[in-house]
């Protein structure tokens, strides 16, 4: 290669480092600042033995009653939500109810309770009532709400404590019994 080509290829190459220097200088030239606007709105909310955001087919829990004979004349248990009591988080300032707003087969039976199992495969029917206490004073009457007991801080569960009371009657035969009680928590 010649003395030419060797100051000529080294030219081009500086020349090109140059300019590449020059549209790098001139791209960062400046700096613009500014902001960037951030927002969440939050309202207040209630959660259901964890079911966040959930608004229905939540599982409340289960009463079961045992195995009694056909000629028992009342069973006592609790509603159970996977072995406790049902909670009910929500957020500060939340004052949750609850109301039982129907059961499958309520007014059937002649067990005196509100609600009732009907046995699987005949027209017989078990009647039962809940209660807030253990004893059993006042059954939790139909579409009526009643304050969870506790304060809502959103951190601490409230704990609803739902008792149950189930009827003998006579012509009662053996078998299984079901009922699907509808609840709904408001807030």
């Known amino acids: 290669m010649s003395a030419k080509h060797t100051v000529l290829k080294t030219s081009v190459i500086m020349t090109a480092a ?24 939050l309202e207040g909310a209630c959660e259901v033995n964890g079911n966040q955001g ?7 829990g289960a009463i ?17 939500n996977a072995g406790g009591a049902i909670e009910v988080l929500c957020s500060p300032g939340l004052e949750p109810t609850f109301t039982i707003t129907s059961g499958t087969y309520d007014g059937q039976g002649t067990g005196g309770g509100i609600h009732a199992m009907k046995h ?29 007991p506790g304060t809502a801080d959103g951190e601490t569960p409230q704990e609803l404590q739902l008792f149950g009371r189930a009827f003998g009657a006579p012509g009662l035969v053996s078998g299984v019994y079901n009922d699907t009680l509808n609840v709904q928590v408001d807030f």
């Open 18 to 41: 140059l300019l590449a220097g020059a549209v790098s200088s001139a791209a960062l030239a400046g700096t613009v600042t500014g902001t960037i606007g951030a927002k969440i709105t």
């Open 120 to 148: 699987t495969t005949e027209a017989k029917y078990v009647t039962y009532n809940l209660y807030t206490d253990s004893a059993g004073g006042t059954a939790l009457a139909l579409n009526t709400p009643f304050t969870v």
């Open 54 to 60: 959930v608004d229905s087919g939540v599982d409340f």
């Open 64 to 80: 079961d009653f045992g195995t009694h004979s056909t000629l028992f004349t009342q069973a006592d248990d609790s509603v159970l």
